[in-house]
């Protein structure tokens, strides 16, 4: 039998035919009579017959040759390359019902990606691609082929241009182009893992709109340019316009920090780890209340942990390690403000004198502690490991003293997590803590006892007493070791003395 409702939908489905058909000759009339606005959103039937001018199409096809080869045939391959032969890592857009490139992505990122030849070269009709949003090199410039960037064109890219990366390309050599600095439109300048030389040109100051800097992974050199911390930026452009993020590590900079990256509000990552910077942290720097990472690991600056990082309650990550003459010690209070949302914490090897406060016990979100190879001194304290968060906890390397206060639970959740060795006057209590669960390179606080009963040949006990905890415990013990073998050794030869005198009485 035929379903009771077989006719009606029959009919349904021949009428929504001919309406889809009714629809579809309306469009094809009225799209001949649509204007598309610059910049706007193209409909799908304008889309599907936009023309893209000639000196359009002959530029884009002259650019990306000279970065795959001569032997690359654009027009033949890509004959409507914004249309239905599209290339990859290539985007358009439709600006007043003509197509542009908007997007150059070159590297092999996929298959089928657009890939350097070992001769590649940028070509002047890069910059006559005058609607280019996106321009991209990955692995394009291999050390066989030093190529630097260019210097001039620039501006002819500075209304339109918001985005410049040159990612892992060894052979991409010479400066940072001072030109780079017309780009007025440039929101992201990423040039990482290159091989570029030279200062960073004080140009890049101008960069208004510029949101992200990284110029990690080179060999720059020289100072950090003053003009990064334009504050002028404020002023002509709203706050989503404020730079987020600046990456100068793995570099040769030199010098200072400029007290004007303070005036970077909106900051968010601040990464200068690995260069050779000296000096003081500039108390400017309390002014970036929104900076969740601040990394100046691997330099050489001194003046002690600035006070003014306790009041950076966004403050996630700290990490100041590898500054060996920092110097300074832990503040004592004030870490509550930091409790929230501080989850790395690294200031192992920068010179900390003094004792662990207790008062760190609030760093509630804290996961990781690093307070190794310093000149800490006195008693760990227990409330370290009330921490709620913390999955690491590194004291070696110090001269921390007395017994540790942890629980065997404690021991047993972190492991090698936790270390404390190298610390000559710290023990853990026998009492509370099983062997199997002790920490790694730590003594028994009994083993720290000299023995009770050796006197020397005054009467003088040897023993008997527990020795000072401190760095010089394991002297004072060779010492006292080397005056109980003194005194046997004596006896020895004495008898020995006696011995050949009798022997010599009855030969003679």
Not at 251 to 263: A, D, F, K, R, V
Not at 296 to 317: E, I, K, W, Y
Not at 346 to 354: E, H, K, Q, T
């Amino acid at each position: 039998m035929r379903p009771a409702g077989g006719c009606r939908g029959r009919g349904l489905l021949v009428l929504g035919l001919a309406l889809w058909v009714s629809a579809a000759l309306l469009l094809r009339g009225c799209a001949g009579q649509q204007v598309e606005e610059d910049g706007a959103d193209a409909p799908a039937a304008a889309a599907a017959t936009a023309p893209m001018e000639e000196k359009e199409r002959r530029a884009l096809y002259a650019a990306i040759e000279s970065f795959v080869g001569k032997g690359w045939n654009g027009s033949g391959l890509y004959p409507d390359p914004c249309g239905w032969s599209p290339i990859q890592g290539v985007s358009c857009d439709l600006f007043n019902g003509l197509w542009y490139p908007t997007v150059m992505s070159i590297g092999p990122v996929l298959d089928n990606s657009l890939q350097c030849a070992p001769d590649a070269k940028f070509s002047p009709q890069l910059f006559d691609l005058r609607r280019l949003r996106m321009l991209s090199f990955y692995s394009c410039f291999p050390a066989s082929n030093p190529t630097a960037i260019p210097t001039a064109g620039w501006e002819k890219l500075s209304g339109t241009l918001e985005t410049l990366e040159f990612r892992t390309n060894p052979g991409l050599t010479g400066g940072i182009p001072p030109s780079l600095g017309r780009l007025a439109s440039l929101q992201s300048l990423v040039l990482v893992e290159n091989n570029l030389t030279g200062p960073i040109p004080a140009e890049l100051g101008a960069l208004s709109r510029l949101r992200r800097l990284v110029l990690s992974g080179n060999g720059l050199s020289g100072p950090i340019p003053a003009t990064l911390g334009n504050n002028d930026r404020r002023h002509r452009h709203a706050h989503d316009d404020e730079l987020l993020i600046v990456d100068l590590s793995r570099n040769c900079l030199t010098g200072s920090l400029p007290s004007s990256l303070g005036g970077l509000t909106g900051l968010l990552k601040m990464d200068l780890s690995n260069n050779l910077l000296q000096g003081s942290i500039p108390p400017e720097l309390a002014g970036l209340k929104s900076l969740t990472l601040l990394d100046l690991r691997n330099n050489s600056l001194t003046g002690g942990l600035p006070q003014f990082v306790q009041g950076m309650a966004s403050l996630q990550d700290l990490l100041l390690s590898n500054n060996p003459q920092l110097g300074g010690g832990l503040p004592q209070s004030g870490w509550e403000t930091l409790a929230v949302n501080l989850a790395t914490l690294d200031l192992s090897n920068v010179g900390l004198v003094g004792p662990i406060p207790a008062s760190m016990a609030a760093l509630t979100g804290l996961r990781f502690l690093a307070l190794d190879h310093n000149r800490l001194t006195g008693a760990v304290p227990p409330e370290l490991a009330q921490l709620p968060s913390i999955g690491a906890l590194y004291l070696n390397g110090n001269n921390l003293t007395g017994a540790l206060q942890f629980s065997a639970g404690f021991y047993r959740r972190m492991g090698r997590r936790f270390a404390s060795w190298d610390n000559p006057g710290l023990c853990y209590n026998i009492a509370a803590v099983d062997a199997a669960h002790a920490p790694s390179g730590v003594v028994a606080c009994k083993d720290l006892q000299e023995p009770s009963v050796a006197r020397d040949g005054d009467g003088e006990e040897e023993g008997g007493r527990k020795p000072e905890a401190s760095s010089s415990l394991v002297a004072s013990s060779s010492r006292s070791a080397a005056r109980v073998g003194g005194l046997w050794y004596l006896v020895v030869v004495q008898g020995m003395a006696a011995a050949v005198l009798g022997l010599m009485s009855l030969l003679l």
